[in-house]
């Protein structure tokens, strides 16, 4: 199959047209069929229950072209299994991993030509979404969904390479209640991360890092992805129920074990910052993004790094990278390997 004429090694991460997504429909209490769609456009009930009372999940994961040609997705179960846990948060109908399944490698299948060649640092990025579609005008959940896929070939996150960034502690903001939404991936989240997320951005960082709502104590996420620190040999992760749990931060739980260190799931004090040896955010889009420095909007206290990724992070990045392209064994069965 002929590839898609793109600047492979100079994509954005940014959506861009591709040829198929998919979609089901939910009604009558059952899912339909998988039916393929050319228009990148939904056509919906002005009362759909996504609209008005964003009954609505999504995922995010990424298939990638090893040396030998095979596409690979990874880690598709735990986005399924994070997909039915934001569905159970907010009583949208379940979609079953089977199903899922399905969807994705069919949108992969589709959008073949779409698919970054190995070594350019590209991907395809996966965006199931699944969404009340069943007219409601009192608060209630939908009796009609869809659940669909669309793929979108993307580019590297650090143009410049790997290269570490600032974030901002601000005091004055809450992504997420402590018994509310925060670790479901719904679009409320985002909604209520964007005055936040845009302020830290025109005051030059590159994302806004969250403490606990209660206390604002400690460190809960950063921006769209988890927060570690790295001292002692030792992987340490926020604990906290409204944070989401990110598929990239448990595969590099993973590594960082499989490295001989230690790893702690713990809250983290803001005050423990000074002594981490390296932090960082991760996340699909990014996988790593050494932080340098963490102001404190509210205290003026400055937290830096260095401005190299430290070794550590490094590492990690290149080896779970090198696991999602093929070029490293698999050997925890990450890696849906497909026939395509
Ligand atoms: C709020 C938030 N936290 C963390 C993550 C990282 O999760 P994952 O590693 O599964 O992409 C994401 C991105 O998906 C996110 O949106």
Redesign the pocket.
Known sequence: MELANLDWSNLSFAYKDTDYNVRCYYRNGQWGELEVSSSNQINMHMAATTLHYGQEAFE??KAFMGKDGKVRIFRWE??AE?LIRSAQGIMLAEVPKELFKKAITRAVELNRRFVPPHGTGASLYIRPLLIGTGPRVGVKPADEYLFMVFVTPVGPYFKEGFSPVKVQIARDVD?AAPLGTGKY?VGG??AASLLSGTRAHDEGFAACLYLDAVEKKYID?A????FFGIKNNTYVTPKSDS???????KSLQQIAKDMGMEVEVRPIPVEELPEFDEVGA????AVISPIREIQDRDTGKVYTYGDKPGPISTKMYHKLQAIQTGDEEDKHGWVLKMDV
């Open positions: 995010g994961m735990e986005n994070r992504r991936k989240n985002y996420e921006g769209p992805a988890n944070i989401l749990p990110s598929i990239t931060n991760c996340g699909t889009a």
